[in-house]
């Protein structure tokens, strides 16, 4: 499919569906919006989680099968997407305040699921996520602000989460580096298209000669954001179509959120970021505290070749597997790397089938 086809923000990659908007607002003052692509009624829903920049967009990618589609051809023929405050089809990613992934844990996930059951009622519910997405919501089920989930798919990274050496130093000093000094207070894949000589562009520009691997500059900043020196994905899993639109499907990060992330490296595991905040008084100093009170099921996903999170997901199995002994599952995605076992061009028929295998197991 040629590129310049696929408009943004469209839901043409969704067939034979009722598309739907349903919007929410949290208790701290966003709007933010769930998209229902409803098939059939079924006893299981499925609500689909993004990560950091990116949006529902993800998921219902038009220029092979996606994931909504899979999923309705599967026997879940409803199902939902979330866009919740990172997604890069709302502009607080590129706004000056600092929200933390704490945030999301309190306000965002339990905001949509209570829409979502608005009209659902009591089906059971299984939740697919991906990137920070996946960390905060494994932070809402861990400190209990979600509850009566039948099972989560938590892809690349969920409560430990780890990055190699690069990826470190940039969430330690990236913040206050271009805050304070680079400017602004946020970092777009799209700089590669600013105005010439502006500081975006310039930006853009002085990260390009490190990444060899491709000419396309929204990859190398995407690269430079999240990656520790090496692409977010293996090029040949991702289409000519996909890595030609990245700058359509990754939006601008807050550089606040990389302190967070900073802070739960250092410790080892997902922990609370403003401990002295009241308004964040519910949720544990340290997620994992709680770990032996979940009863929810979770496959974890992760490429062999994650240069985001590394083994973040073995790692969190492994140290679940001590607490709650044969509840969890995970998955190695042989030759994929962080974005591209929901976003490549072959994952309805090599990643996909373990998902829906799993939901299915647990959906009885």
């Known amino acids: 499919m040629d590129q310049q086809r696929i408009a943004r923000f469209t839901h043409a990659g969704v067939a034979d569906a009722e598309v739907s908007a349903h919007p929410f607002s949290t208790d701290d003052g966003l709007g933010l919006n769930l998209t229902r692509f409803r098939r059939d009624d079924c ?9 950091l920049t990116t949006s529902s967009d993800m998921y219902i990618m038009p220029e092979h099968t996606n994931l909504v589609n899979y999923l309705h051809d599967a026997g879940f023929g409803d199902v939902w997407a979330a866009d919740f405050r990172i997604s ?8 000056t305040a600092r929200h933390d992934l704490d945030a999301i844990a309190l306000y965002d996930h339990p905001a949509a699921l209570a829409e979502l059951r608005r009209h659902v009622g009591g089906r059971r519910v299984h939740v697919i996520t991906h990137c920070v997405g996946a960390i905060s919501f494994s932070m809402a089920l861990f400190a209990g602000t979600v509850g009566d989930i039948a099972s989560v798919v938590c892809n690349s990274v969920s409560v430990t989460p780890r990055t190699p050496l690069w990826s470190r130093i940039k969430l330690g000093y990236g913040p206050a580096l271009m805050e304070y000094l680079v400017g602004p207070c946020h970092l777009d894949p799209r ?5 010439v000589m502006t500081r975006g562009w310039m930006l853009s520009k ?4 490190f990444h060899r691997e491709c000419d396309e500059p929204a990859c190398h900043m995407l690269s430079f ?3 520790g020196g090496k692409p977010i994905y293996t090029h040949e899993k991702m289409s000519p179509v996909t890595h030609g639109r990245l700058p359509d499907l990754f939006g601008a990060c807050n550089v606040n959120y990389y302190r967070h992330l900073h802070a739960m490296v250092k410790a080892g595991r997902a922990v609370k970021h403003r401990t002295r905040d009241p308004r964040f008084a519910a949720l544990p100093d340290d997620y994992l505290s709680r770990a032996d009170t979940v009863t929810t099921p979770i496959l974890f996903l992760t490429g062999d070749r994650n240069h985001v999170f590394t083994d973040s997901n073995i790692v969190c199995h492994r140290t679940l597997e001590k607490i709650t002994p044969g509840l969890h599952e995970l998955a190695i995605l042989p030759g994929y790397g962080h974005q591209d076992p929901f976003m490549g061009r072959d994952s309805a028929t090599e990643v996909f089938p373990q998902v829906v295998d799993f939901l299915k197991r647990k959906a009885g």
């Not at 006893?43 to 990560?51: F, N, R």
């Not at 700089?191 to 105005?195: L, V």
């Not at 002085?206 to 000669?209: D, E, G, K, L, Q």
């Open 43 to 51: 006893d299981d829903v499925v609500l689909l989680v993004h990560g």
């Open 88 to 95: 890069g089809r709302f502009p607080y990613n590129a706004e």
């Open 191 to 195: 700089y590669g298209s600013a105005p």
């Open 206 to 209: 002085a990260v390009a000669p």
């Open 225 to 227: 954001m999240w990656g």
